[in-house]
């Protein structure tokens, strides 16, 4: 199965600054998936970025918060912006290799 | 739309013990279900991945059984440990649903010493 390095790990951000999250694949994947897993809740997915056209987002998340980058068929960017505090949350990424799901380790971002 | 329940939300059993994982769904129409690890604050760690045509998995002292007609899986632990104790998170993916997993909201498993 694929290996993710998800970074950085945790992060403690100010309120209306951004952060960008990077997940990188050691194999080239077609699609790449974003999940938020808020306190206490299952995990939600934002988005799936595919490589060489606009990501597709869920209902309830747009771009503009969301920002996601996926120049390549290893790597992948998400941006979490304008922050709030409601946007704490572990951020995750993950991809299909034909042998199920494999998440990277997990950004836990708290916003104050 | 599917809907994955796991039952019970929280277990908290003594060292040794053998457990059972309940998780359902309500759509049968699934090309398969994986059973997650996931430690506090931690992203996920796969367990065991069951094809729609298999009847169970086994890794270690993992055991995942899936009866797709009546909506079901189980995650079956032969002498629970303390290093055991984590967050367990059951995902289907829907046919129909671009291959997008559906997360039951998981059990968080205490083992205690």
């Known amino acids: 199965s694929a290996v993710i390095s998800q970074k950085p790990s945790r992060d403690i951000c100010q309120r209306g600054t951004s952060l960008t999250i990077q997940c990188q694949v050691d194999?080239?994947?077609?699609?790449m998936f974003w999940y938020r897993q808020q306190p206490g809740q299952s995990l939600t997915l934002i988005a799936t970025?595919?490589?060489?056209?606009?990501?597709?987002?869920e209902s309830g998340f747009v771009i503009d918060k969301f920002p996601i980058s996926r120049p390549n068929l290893t790597f992948s960017t998400l941006t979490v912006s304008n922050m709030s505090p409601e946007d704490s949350s572990i951020y995750l990424c993950s991809v299909e290799t034909g042998n199920g799901y494999t998440f990277g380790s997990g950004t836990r971002l708290t916003v104050v | 739309k599917q809907e994955v329940t796991q039952i019970p939300a929280a277990l908290s059993v003594p060292e040794g013990e053998n457990l059972v994982l309940n998780c359902s769904f309500t759509d049968s129409a699934i090309y398969n279900l994986q059973w997650f690890r996931q430690d506090p604050g931690k992203g996920l760690t796969s367990l065991l991945l069951i094809q729609s045509s298999q009847r169970e998995q086994t890794s270690g002292r993992l055991n995942a059984s899936l009866d797709k007609s009546s909506g079901r899986s189980t995650l079956y632990i032969a002498a629970s440990q303390p290093g055991d104790s984590a967050t367990y998170l059951c995902?289907?993916?829907?046919?129909?649903?671009?291959?997008?997993?559906?997360f039951g909201k998981g059990t968080l498993l205490t083992v205690n010493p």
């Open positions: 995902a289907v993916i829907s046919v129909g649903s671009n291959y997008k997993l559906t």
């Open positions: 194999s080239q994947v077609t699609m």
């Open positions: 970025a595919n490589q060489g056209s606009e990501a597709t987002y």
